[in-house]
C-alpha cells in the first residue's frame, strides 16, 4: 500500500524566508506571555496581519 502524505503547497504559498530577531531575555518571557498557548511566530504573525487563518 503507497503511503499517503500531505499535499505539496503551490510556490507561492510556501515559507521561504526568515526573519531572525534576537531579544533579552525579559523582551522574550513578555512575548511568550502574551502569545498565552499560540506559538510565538503565529502570535507575531496574527499581530502583523500576515495571516487571518489561526
Do not use: C, F, N, W
Not at 8 to 23: C, G, M, N, W, Y
Request: no cysteine; charged share 35%.
Amino acid at each position: 500500500m503507497a503511503k499517503m502524505g500531505r499535499p505539496k503547497k503551490a510556490a507561492k504559498e510556501r515559507q521561504s524566508k526568515q526573519i531572525a530577531i534576537r531579544v533579552t531575555a525579559a523582551e522574550y518571557g513578555k512575548l511568550k506571555h502574551t502569545a498565552g498557548k499560540a506559538k510565538i511566530s503565529d502570535y507575531i504573525r496574527q499581530k502583523l496581519g500576515l495571516r487571518g487563518d489561526k
